[in-house]
């Protein structure tokens, strides 16, 4: 091309005017949506190779934490106590750490948001995926009907605010380019809970149901649900340190 607008043939005007305007034409951008169930679960390998092949590629996933296109089943992504399909008498086993997954590659930009919890957060986490020569992925916590929650979808907003309130979602970002620069890439946007986590959960059917249709088993797993979530802020804590820079 460098040689054309100097050759003296046909496109050597068009190539001049193109260069001229070289500031209109866009980069392309490649994003691919989905929910936890096809990221977490079913389409997990899928992501996972998309994920590890280095290119400049944005996945975007909506956490519901169940199969919400599809009845309600429970999904890798449903967490301990909650109820759905396959689940009906609350989920055992924790929930699975996809943003972990994806940041342990080194070479991928990773972001948990909430954008009723911190609007500019989650602006600065598409930016950044956008701008980032390489694979991205951004979990986005996504209130769902299956949840239950009181006051209706209408307060959406309000309970992804409440959810990183109490400790339930944690909001960060994973940027590599930081790391060559010497910074610290791993940035963890949530602060200490400030409300009540067992109240937030209360709030929502898929929940509260459980301790009314099997109490002692509720209380067991609202326990563990409530100490996993403490267990994972204080490994982003630590993740925090772990990626500072040596003085």
Request: aromatic share 10%; charged share 20%.
């Given at each position: 091309?460098?040689?054309?607008?100097?050759?003296?043939?046909?496109?050597?005007?068009?190539?001049?005017?193109?260069?001229?305007?070289?500031?209109?034409?866009?980069k392309k951008s490649f994003w691919m949506f989905g929910g936890d169930g096809w990221a977490y679960?079913?389409?997990?390998?899928?992501?996972?190779?998309?994920?590890?092949?280095?290119?400049?590629?944005?996945?975007?996933?909506?956490?519901?934490?169940?199969?919400?296109?599809?009845?309600g089943q429970a999904s890798k992504a449903t967490p301990v106590g909650s109820v759905a399909q396959f689940a009906a008498a609350g989920k055992a086993v924790k929930k699975k750490d996809l943003g972990a997954i994806a940041m342990s590659y080194g070479y991928v930009y990773v972001a948990q948001v909430?954008?009723?919890?911190?609007?500019?957060q989650c602006l600065k986490a598409f930016h950044e995926a956008e701008s980032y020569d390489g694979p991205s992925?951004?979990?986005?916590?996504?209130?769902c009907i299956n949840h239950g929650i009181k006051g209706g979808m209408g307060i959406s907003m309000t309970e992804e605010k409440a959810a990183v309130a109490s400790g339930y979602w944690h909001n960060f970002r994973f940027d590599p380019r930081l790391a060559a620069d010497g910074k610290n890439p791993f940035s963890l946007d949530s602060k200490e809970p400030s409300q009540s986590y067992r109240d937030f959960i209360m709030n929502e059917v898929r929940y509260n149901s459980l301790l009314r249709a099997f109490p002692d088993r509720a209380e067991c797993l609202f326990e563990k649900s409530e100490e996993y979530s403490k267990e994972k802020y204080q490994h982003l804590l630590k993740l925090?340190?772990?990626?500072?820079?040596?003085e």
């Open positions: 091309m460098e040689a054309c607008g100097s050759c003296g043939c046909d496109f050597d005007g068009l190539y001049k005017e193109a260069l001229k305007n070289k500031d209109m034409l866009v679960d079913i389409g997990f390998g899928g992501v996972d190779h998309v994920l590890a092949s280095g290119e400049d590629v944005n996945v975007m996933v909506f956490d519901t934490e169940v199969y919400s296109n599809t009845g909430a954008m009723g919890a911190d609007y500019n992925i951004i979990i986005a916590y996504a209130p925090k340190d772990l990626y500072a820079p040596a």
